[in-house]
């Protein structure tokens, strides 16, 4: 299982993508999924055995940026 976040811009994914890196949070960033959004081309994918999820919304969150959470199975 994995978690796709889907922002609504390419700059909050930007911005997303910066706040992580410097956090030394481990995700991918990925062409969002046309089944879950056409808003944004681009969303972060995070494995949570990889990165530690709730730590992953309380950074986001404290900085204002709004995501929605997906799960997808892994196949």
């Not at 796709?4 to 390419?10: D, P, Q, R, V």
Request: hydrophobic share 45%; with cysteine; aromatic share 10%.
């Amino acid at each position: 299982m994995y978690y796709i976040l889907i922002f609504e811009s390419t700059h909050k994914v930007l911005k997303s993508e910066m706040l992580l890196l410097a956090n030394g949070v481990n995700f991918d960033i990925i062409p969002t999924p046309k089944e879950l959004s056409s808003d944004c081309g681009m969303s972060i994918r995070i494995n949570p055995k990889r990165a530690d999820f709730p730590k992953v919304k309380w950074i986001l969150e404290a900085q204002g940026i709004k995501f929605v959470i997906h799960e997808k199975l892994q196949k």
